[in-house]
């Protein structure tokens, strides 16, 4: 027997008695079992530790306890901090590293019951789009394993997509749930800058840093974020605007709604068939009684480089504590402080994380930060108003997530620049804060193509809406990827 396919479904059987949290998490750990030698999806997946938080639940169930997520297997990414298991952000300089806490996100979701199956592969401190650079090996995409899951949540989106679990957390600085969530065929979502606490997520850049759904259907991400969402006192960046139950006003009424199809999202690097999907998928929209406009967006090519200065040098910050005295790597054989941090970070360090100290560090220091640093400080707040006046027009703006379908593995890690341009529409959302969701758009030669929302802050009520409306018309959700010799 294998999963439910969504978590709605493992819930009415859970509440129906048709199968225990214990049945359904061995029915994941079967089903990672066959997966992980051909896709490689978790850096650690922690078999004992499941089954005991399984058993707890049934308990709980019994005595009539039931939370939201009541014994739902679900992966965290490993940047997201677990008292189970290590929390390794994929790197070798936090190798040994064991959290003594949890991240608020993953108490709230153990709060309602969900059951934390093991740690996702992502790329090496989520900075990546490939998820090639995880210290601990690349993850394959489940649709063919000679390619990338996109990243950096690439371990969480291929973990959904083969049905090792239902859902996952992944965390998007500049792209990374909706990045792989295409990729995979998955739903991503992103919600605004402040809506989820990122308490114990291992932080990039902190002005842009969110932890996120990762799911089959755009319901259970909206039930996930439900959870997750909320003002937390360790996160000051967090809001007090009220959290609504977003899985129980799914509308699927599209009419009038204004949606917003920026010229530039189909310009220059974008696939033709990619571009085809999605111009299909809006005409769905508009039989759905949505008005579609074109709209402009003229700040769209500098994403990218405005994105890369701002990641990298809050990046380069935030790495600064690895010195292998507060934390990082301890047994080290050097004699003086110096030669301790380099060797810690000498080796401890990828070749990305390592590109981002350098450029980071460059870009603020002195005499180049007002060149570098803030002037792109200056761009993104252009971009950010360039999204707030568009939003004045148009209820939604849509386009694709990824400009094109999964890349070959190794096609890119010796082109940094290459990699970073597949981020090209999913840096913008982010230096706006705005919420946006990746939602499966179909197919190109078997590769998963993702349909990208976006909308105004806090109305994540609104993007769910659009993206289950959209979901309800095509059902692309229920593809799962072949198990296969070949793949
Ligand atoms: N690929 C982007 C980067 O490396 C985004 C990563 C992310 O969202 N964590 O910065």
């Not at 997946?45 to 499941?50: A, F, Q, R």
């Not at 859902?167 to 500049?174: E, I, K, N, R």
Request: aromatic letters at 8%.
């Amino acid at each position: 027997m294998s999963l439910p396919q969504t978590i709605a479904a493992a819930k009415k059987s859970l509440d129906a008695g048709e199968v225990s949290a214990v049945e359904l998490t061995k029915q994941a750990l079967a089903q990672t079992g066959k997966w992980e030698q051909k896709i490689h999806a978790f850096v650690e997946v922690l078999e004992e530790e499941v089954l005991a938080q399984a058993k707890e639940s049934d308990k709980r169930r019994k005595q009539g306890r039931v939370g939201v997520l009541e014994g739902i297997p679900i992966a965290v990414k490993d940047n997201i901090c677990t008292t189970e298991g290590h929390t390794r952000a994929a790197s070798k300089m936090l190798e040994n590293f064991r959290s003594p806490y949890d991240a608020t996100v993953v108490t709230k979701l153990k709060k309602e019951g969900a059951v934390i199956i093991g740690k996702a592969n992502c790329d090496e401190f989520a900075m990546g789009a490939s998820t090639e650079y995880s210290a601990y090996g690349p993850t394959k995409n489940p649709w063919d394993t000679s390619r990338v899951p996109g990243g950096s949540s690439g371990g969480s989106a291929a973990a959904v997509a083969s049905g090792e679990v239902l859902a996952a957390l992944g965390t998007d600085t500049g792209g990374s749930s909706r990045h792989p969530a295409s990729f995979c065929g998955v739903v991503g979502m992103r919600p605004t800058y402040g809506r989820v606490s990122r308490f114990g997520a291992i932080a990039y850049g902190s002005s842009l840093d969110q932890i996120c759904p990762i799911t089959r259907t755009v319901e259970d991400a909206a039930l996930m974020l439900s959870v997750m969402a909320g003002q937390d006192r360790r996160d000051a960046t967090t809001s007090s605007t009220p959290v609504e139950a977003y899985h129980e006003s799914l509308s699927t009424n599209m009419k009038g709604v204004r949606i917003g199809v920026p010229k530039e999202f189909f310009g220059e690097g974008i696939d033709p068939a990619v571009a085809t999907i999605i111009h299909q998928a809006l005409k769905t929209f508009e039989e759905q009684g949505a008005v579609l406009q074109e709209i402009s967006l003229p700040l769209t090519p500098l994403g990218v480089p405005v994105y890369y200065l701002l990641a990298k040098a809050e990046g380069s910050t935030n790495l600064a504590r690895y010195d292998s005295l507060r934390f990082g790597k301890q047994e080290l054989a050097a004699a003086s402080l110096i030669d301790r941090y380099k060797e810690a970070r000498g080796q401890g360090f990828g070749p990305e994380v390592k590109r981002t100290i350098l450029m980071g560090t460059y870009a603020l220091s002195a005499g180049y930060a007002d060149a570098w640093y803030k002037q792109a400080a200056k761009v993104r707040t252009l971009i950010r108003r360039e999204y707030e006046a568009a939003f004045k027009e148009v209820d939604i703006i849509a386009g694709p997530t990824t400009i094109e379908t999964a890349f070959k593995i190794g096609s890119k890690t010796g082109d940094p620049l290459q990699m970073y341009l597949t981020d090209a529409l999913v840096v913008l959302q982010p230096l706006a804060g705005i919420p946006a969701i990746s939602v499966p758009a179909g197919f190109v030669n078997n590769l998963p193509v993702g349909l990208q929302l976006a909308a105004p802050h806090f109305e994540e009520q609104r993007l769910f809406a659009a993206a289950h409306t959209y979901e309800q018309q095509h059902n692309f959700w229920q593809k799962f990827p072949e198990f296969t010799a070949a793949n």
